[in-house]
């Protein structure tokens, strides 16, 4: 964490060159300095706005699957992890379903079934179905 904040302050730091240096050669290294330090601000900027990759931020709103269920109360495998579940609003779910994570109380995650999801990216966009055995059945002309 220090190492960011270093570079941040990079150009404030650089100052001390115009003390030191003429400035016909503290300003070039001053530029570099500066270049340096504006790129990993942006990295850094652009390396927060990606989605969450661990926790239970990651796990609202992805797909588990159904190892065992009993009433409303039931088993799901989600990323190799077991997790026990609740359906909400009492929806019928069975072994082998998918389902969708709602939210999270402890180590206790609520459920709905899905019976159809659009594929999405990992940031949200629609992805294109690929074509159906009748569509690949039927020839397609360039026009």
């Known amino acids: ?7 941040m302050f990079l150009p404030v730091l650089g100052l001390g060159l115009f003390l030191i240096l003429p400035l016909w050669s ?5 530029l570099i300095l500066f270049a340096i330090s504006g790129s990993c601000h942006w990295l850094m900027m652009r390396s927060m706005q990606l989605p969450p990759q ?3 931020e990651k ?4 797909v588990a699957t ?3 269920w009993t009433g409303d109360r039931g088993q799901v495998i989600w990323n ?38 659009p594929l999405v990216s990992r940031y ?15 020839p397609r002309y360039l026009q």
């Open 80 to 117: 190799g992890e077991i997790w026990r579940e609740v359906a909400r609003h009492g929806a019928a779910v069975a072994s082998g379903d998918k389902v969708v994570i709602e939210g999270l109380s402890g180590l206790t995650a609520f459920v709905k079934p899905i019976k159809h999801r």
């Open 1 to 7: 964490m220090i190492w960011m904040m270093i570079i």
């Open 124 to 138: 949200g966009q629609l992805c294109r179905r690929a074509q159906t055995t009748r569509d690949a059945k039927e």
């Open 26 to 30: 503290a300003l070039p290294l001053y």
């Open 66 to 68: 159904v190892l065992n």
């Open 59 to 62: 796990m609202i709103g992805s």
């Open 54 to 56: 661990l926790g239970h």
